[in-house]
């Protein structure tokens, strides 16, 4: 993984770019950036100037919206019920159709549309 410089800057540019919520392993001790040295770097970039205040607070703002519509403010905790259903034949084919609508075309140089020979 990245040395803290890189990841340092990786975490600033996503924020920076759009991404509301980075998401951490759930292992600590896997060899990844753990919790607590991510809230250090995200509080060294906004003291740095890296990150505006009012970047992060627009972050915050939509992650609390969905999770107070989610339930999670009255229940924060998963329903062990739930997760049978991660990963399940729907949820595979929700994330396919969302790839293959995500998916751009940098750069064609005459290749397609492709010949039906």
């Known amino acids: 993984l990245a040395p803290r410089g890189r990841f340092l800057d990786a975490?600033?540019?996503?924020?920076?770019?759009?991404?509301?919520?980075?998401?951490l392993p759930g292992v600590v001790d896997s060899g990844h950036h753990s919790c607590d040295?991510?809230?250090?770097?995200?509080h060294e970039a906004v003291n740095r100037g890296f990150i505006s205040r009012s970047r992060l607070d627009d972050?915050?703002?939509?992650?609390?919206?969905?999770?107070?519509?989610?339930?999670?403010?009255?229940?924060?905790f998963?329903?062990?019920?739930d997760l049978a259903r991660v990963?399940?034949?729907e949820h595979r084919e929700v994330a396919r159709e969302a790839v293959r609508r995500s998916i751009v075309l940098?750069?064609?140089?005459?290749?397609?549309?492709?010949?039906?020979?």
């Open 106 to 117: 940098l750069k064609n140089n005459g290749v397609l549309p492709l010949l039906k020979s």
């Open 11 to 23: 975490l600033v540019k996503a924020v920076n770019a759009g991404v509301d919520m980075i998401m």
């Open 37 to 42: 040295e991510y809230f250090q770097l995200m």
């Open 87 to 89: 990963g399940c034949r």
């Open 59 to 76: 972050a915050v703002a939509r992650i609390v919206r969905v999770k107070a519509r989610a339930g999670l403010m009255q229940s924060p």
């Open 78 to 81: 998963a329903r062990r019920g």
